[in-house]
């Protein structure tokens, strides 16, 4: 696999939040066509998505988001240790419905500073980070590294791109696909959207 350049696409920007999405490498459609090649595979356009590999690295969105990412068991994930990282006021996301709504904002707000401060107060009395981190909320920023195949890329984009689908994990699926799009197009039109 040829490591490419990172390319960085900012998901949405905030007042306080900003969540960013990379794709830190991928698979040339050409290596795979080769391999498949000399090893006398019969080739079939469709196989390239099951060799074709994508590495994202995905900051700064909520463990809300991360939760439903890791349900995708068909990838690998790395992702930050809440137990060795800092928590911080400025480091949880804030949903659009609730910053556009003041009366929520508040509420939120005091939400956010009450489980912030029952964390560093278990932690002034002699409980460990890793055990006060329990009181800390899902929204609470983190980042993580995802490597997938082609294939289950587009099963994540479909499911997660759905009316349905939460705004932040549809905000990420869209954003890695358009990577994808960008990274391999050959594969993404010709096989992928055909």
């Not at 920023?141 to 705004?167: C, N, Y």
């Amino acid at each position: 696999m040829r490591m490419e350049p990172a390319r960085c696409s900012i998901l949405w920007s905030l007042e306080f939040d900003c969540m960013r999405v990379k794709l830190l490498s991928h698979t040339e459609l050409e290596a795979v066509k080769y391999v498949l090649r000399v090893k006398n595979v019969s080739f079939d356009p469709s196989q390239l998505l099951d060799h074709v590999v994508y590495m994202f690295e995905i900051e700064d969105c909520s463990r809300v988001t991360t939760h439903q990412l890791v349900r995708h068991r068909v990838a690998s994930y790395d992702q930050e240790s809440q137990r060795f990282s800092s928590a911080s006021r400025e480091g949880f996301v804030t949903p659009p419905s609730v910053q556009s709504n003041e009366s929520a904002m508040k509420v939120y707000d005091q939400a956010l500073k009450a489980a912030y401060q029952a964390f560093e107060s278990m932690i002034a009395l002699g409980v460990p980070k890793e055990d006060a981190r329990y009181v800390l909320p899902n929204a609470i920023k983190t980042k993580l590294v995802m490597t997938v195949t082609a294939k289950s890329l587009m099963h994540i984009v479909w499911q997660r791109t759905a009316l349905q689908a939460q705004w932040e994990i549809k905000e990420v699926a869209n954003v890695m696909l358009n990577l994808a799009r960008e990274a391999t197009p050959e594969l993404w039109t010709k096989i992928i959207e055909r």
